[in-house]
């Protein structure tokens, strides 16, 4: 069964340090990884996925993941905060091999950018 | 492209009544799934479909739920009776083939 951990509930950072969101995931396939961005009282807005090819992937507004099969996992990172980055940030996992659609997601990690 | 469509925003029922939450998808997607999000338990997946039929429903939390798509462009997800527990946000996504999937604002349903 897949499955996926973001580890952290809460991640604080000032304006314009860089930024880190942490996930693990599980899969017993090749995995296609998402993250998505959830603003108050609003869906979920896609932010970038890996699928195959480079490791690195640069998604909106200025995020990048990194994919590490060897630690499974798909870190979400931005250079330099901005206030309005504050926002809940879900990591999703859906195994190909299964052959079916199915994706999964992390409990969230919610992110406080401070001036 | 208007996007994920979802109906109605909000809804407020007693405990006891259906609740009918509708949802259409993007034109030319395949896939519909319905999710539920409350603080305890996160973004669950309850149903998928592709091509309008049902793929899995092993989220769907009793028997009290169900869900329908009759056609490419309409979804239903049901709950009748409603029970308080059953407050949370529904959202409704597509994807087309196994590709990103893209949600809509949610449905927002208080159960008194």
């Known amino acids: 069964a897949q499955s996926v951990a973001q580890p952290e509930d809460q991640v604080n950072v000032a304006e314009g340090n860089p930024l880190t969101v942490k996930c693990t995931y599980s899969v017993s396939g090749n995995p296609y990884l998402f993250w998505y961005v959830q603003y108050p009282n609003r869906g979920l807005q896609f932010l970038l996925k890996y699928i195959t090819g480079d490791n690195l992937v640069k998604g909106s507004y200025g995020f990048e993941a990194e994919f590490n099969k060897s630690q499974t996992s798909f870190h979400l990172k931005k250079p330099s905060a901005l206030v309005s980055d504050s926002a809940l940030y879900f990591c999703a996992v859906r195994d190909i091999r299964s052959g079916g659609f199915k994706t999964i997601f992390g409990a969230g990690t919610r992110l406080f950018v401070k001036a | 492209d208007a996007g994920v469509i979802q109906s109605p925003r909000h809804e407020v029922t007693e405990m006891g009544q259906e609740v009918t939450l509708r949802c259409k998808p993007i034109s030319g997607h395949n896939s519909l799934f319905w999710y539920r999000q409350t603080m305890m338990r996160g973004l669950e997946l309850l149903i998928y479909?592709?091509?309008?039929?049902?793929?899995?429903d092993s989220g769907m939390p009793e028997d009290r739920f169900s869900a329908k798509m009759p056609n490419a462009s309409f979804s239903t997800l049901k709950i009748q009776p409603s029970e308080p527990r059953d407050s949370a946000v529904y959202f409704c996504a597509s994807i087309r083939d196994g590709g990103t999937q893209y949600f809509g604002p949610g449905t927002r349903l208080l159960v008194l």
């Open positions: 479909f592709n091509n309008n039929v049902p793929i899995d």
